[in-house]
């Protein structure tokens, strides 16, 4: 692409104004000439306009989703070093919450910019039983699953 600068065109204005030192018949017939170069002339401004606009509206929205991309990521790294703190500080419950489906659901707004129905219910059920299951105490010498004896980890 090269920046240079296209021949001069003269305007409808500067053709009319050299045209209106002509006698009156002569002025007429130009007149009906000149009618459809300033539409066309018209036209080309209006499109140019519309393309600029366009072009400001595309960078804002552009603006727009990088940053709620970048939100979203700041947000949901702060979860999970919130939930490693938290786990580690003695509250699984809390670590659950932040490290749990939020975090997906956060990511997924932010990401994709919507939330249907169906997802908020799921990560709302999720939320519950991840809370349910780190609130409810395993009966001394049961046997938690995924373990092999009761309080010790097999992996």
Do not use: C
């Not at 204005?13 to 045209?19: F, K, R, S, V």
């Amino acid at each position: 692409m090269s920046d240079a600068i296209p021949p001069h065109q003269p305007t409808g204005l500067e053709i009319a104004l050299q045209w209106a030192q002509l006698p009156p018949e002569h002025l007429e017939i130009a007149l009906k000439a000149l009618d459809p170069e300033l539409a066309r002339q018209y036209e080309l401004q209006l499109l140019r306009e519309k393309l600029a606009s366009q072009e400001i509206r595309d960078r804002r929205t552009h603006s727009l989703y990088l940053g709620g991309l970048i939100a979203g990521f700041v947000i949901v790294l702060a979860m999970l070093a919130g939930a490693v703190i938290v786990g580690v500080n003695g509250l699984p419950w809390l670590s659950a919450m932040l490290a749990g489906p939020s975090v997906l659901s956060l990511a997924g707004l932010f990401v994709l910019r919507r939330v249907d129905s169906n997802s908020a219910r799921e990560v709302t059920r999720a939320n519950r039983d991840a809370l349910n299951l780190a609130q409810s105490p395993s009966p001394s010498g049961a046997t938690v699953p995924g373990t092999g004896a009761a309080g010790s980890n097999i992996v």
